[in-house]
Nanobody, 124 residues
Framework: QGHLVESGGGSVQAGGSLRLSCVGF??????LGWFRQAPGKEREAVAA???????YYADLFKDRFTISQDFAKSTLYLQMNSLKPEDTGMYYC????????????????????WGQGTQVTVSS
């Protein structure tokens, strides 16, 4: 497994876009995800992607965020559009060995490796 490092966070006005990147996942990290922790709230799942390209999204994000991967570059992305102030938070990427399936893709306990997070702040 790799060592994950997120980047791409920052401050943006509502309606703007950001693209987060996560580098460092290993050759066996076939299942990757993005999670968010908003201020004062528990961390929640945003999206996940399997090596074969299958993607999963939380309903809150599926119309605005897009997860993608470039295994050749060992990079995971999260394209975030139409950002809202409530999207503010720390965004984490994570990897797991356990195959992503619809019933458990959002289960944080199944992810083995986590990055340190990148802060996203959306102002109104």
């Amino acid at each position: 497994q790799g060592h994950l490092v997120e980047s791409g966070g920052g401050s943006v006005q509502a309606g703007g876009s950001l693209r987060l990147s996560c580098v460092g996942f290993g050759q066996n990290d076939n299942n990757l995800g993005w999670f968010r922790q908003a201020p004062g709230k528990e961390r929640e799942a945003v999206a996940a992607i399997r090596r074969d390209g299958a993607t999963y999204y939380a309903d809150l994000f599926k119309d605005r965020f897009t997860i993608s991967q470039d295994f050749a570059k060992s990079t995971l992305y999260l394209q975030m559009n139409s950002l809202k102030p409530e999207d503010t938070g720390m965004y984490y990427c994570a990897a797991r060995l356990f195959r992503l399936v619809p019933s458990n893709w959002a289960d944080q306990g199944l992810y083995n490796t986590w990055g340190q997070g990148t802060q996203v702040t959306v102002s109104s």
